[in-house]
């Protein structure tokens, strides 16, 4: 609803009743107020499909923010890729200090699961078993209609943020600053060639993800980031 001074109100009822349309122009208001960089994504699978730069300024990062087909949520989530010098040295620390590495491992679990979020590891592939590295992590949370606000999709970005952030600086401090460029992720390998079997191209949503992955990684996670850009 409005109050009269184009300020927009959602209440449960409003939010029950509201289509994915309503929700897309809502999502767009909001981030348009808040100065984030929006790019539209074609998306078969979803009614809203928006690449969101999240905190503003240069240094923001990349999360998605979907309304899948026939759901009456929205999806936020981002993945990032372990860059490829990170990646070998983890591969040492299995190599020569495996209950070390496994450690690591159980702690950084345990970190996700604290933050409250929804993630998923991307470990690296030996025959059936998936050891390690970590090559990627996605993070996400969902908010249903219901429960739709600003606010509440805001702090859904900026949750994801500082969950995602302590993770990378955590790369980071175990395993240096990387050489510049992502490293593979072998799940993401695994699915091209099953895709090559079956004769079917990559979804939309992947195709997407993973160029957001590369924009992402070209810049510093944590530097450069000045609470005056609200303002």
Do not use: C
Not at 132 to 157: H, R, Y
């Amino acid at each position: 609803m409005n109050d009269g001074d184009g300020v927009v109100q959602i209440t449960q009822a409003a939010g029950l009743s509201m289509d994915a349309s309503e929700v897309g122009t809502l999502l767009r208001r909001w981030f348009a107020g808040e100065r984030l960089e929006v790019r539209e994504q074609k998306d078969p699978r979803a009614d809203v499909h928006l690449a969101v730069k999240y905190p503003p300024g240069p240094r923001g990062h990349t999360f998605t923010v979907v309304v899948p087909k026939g759901r009456d949520l929205v999806a936020v989530s981002s993945v990032t890729r372990v860059d490829a010098g990170q990646q070998d040295e983890m591969t040492t620390l299995m190599g020569e200090e495996s209950e070390e590495w496994k450690a690591w491992v159980h702690e950084m679990r345990m970190h996700l699961i604290g933050s409250g979020v929804d993630w998923n590891l991307s470990m690296g592939h030996d025959g059936k078993a998936r050891p390690g590295p970590l090559q990627a992590f996605n993070v996400s949370l969902p908010v249903w209609f219901d429960g739709l606000t600003k606010n509440e999709i805001m702090q859904s970005l900026r949750t994801l943020w500082m969950s995602k952030l302590g993770l990378i600086h955590e790369i980071k401090f175990g395993f240096g600053q990387g050489v510049g460029r992502p490293g593979p992720v072998d799940d993401w390998e695994e699915r091209k060639r099953q895709r090559g079997k079956n004769g079917s191209r990559p979804s939309t949503v992947e195709e997407t993800a993973e160029i957001q992955i590369l924009d992402d990684d070209a810049a510093p996670f944590g530097h450069d980031f000045d609470p005056s850009e609200w303002i």
